[in-house]
């Protein structure tokens, strides 16, 4: 079974400071298949979209596209 889960990560910016950004992290059964990092500072929002993408039972192969769609919408 797929699932979405928030990815956090702590990386350094431009010049060299430090921030928390989420991604997706994306599992089938208990094996990490494909993870998009730094889409978002905002945790809320990441978990939404994961909320969705779970509900809807969303292919991975279309993530990319989700993501993309994402990004530009917010």
Do not use: W
């Not at 990490?32 to 979209?49: F, M, P, W």
């Amino acid at each position: 079974m797929i699932r979405y889960e928030v990815e956090t990560k702590i990386l350094p910016d431009e010049n060299g400071k430090q921030y928390v950004g989420y991604g997706i992290k994306v599992y089938d059964g208990n094996k990490l298949i494909n993870a998009v990092s730094d889409i978002s500072l905002n945790y809320d929002e990441v978990k939404q979209l994961c909320d969705r993408l779970n509900e809807c039972e969303l292919d991975p192969i279309h993530l990319p596209d989700v993501v993309e769609d994402f990004l530009v919408l917010n």
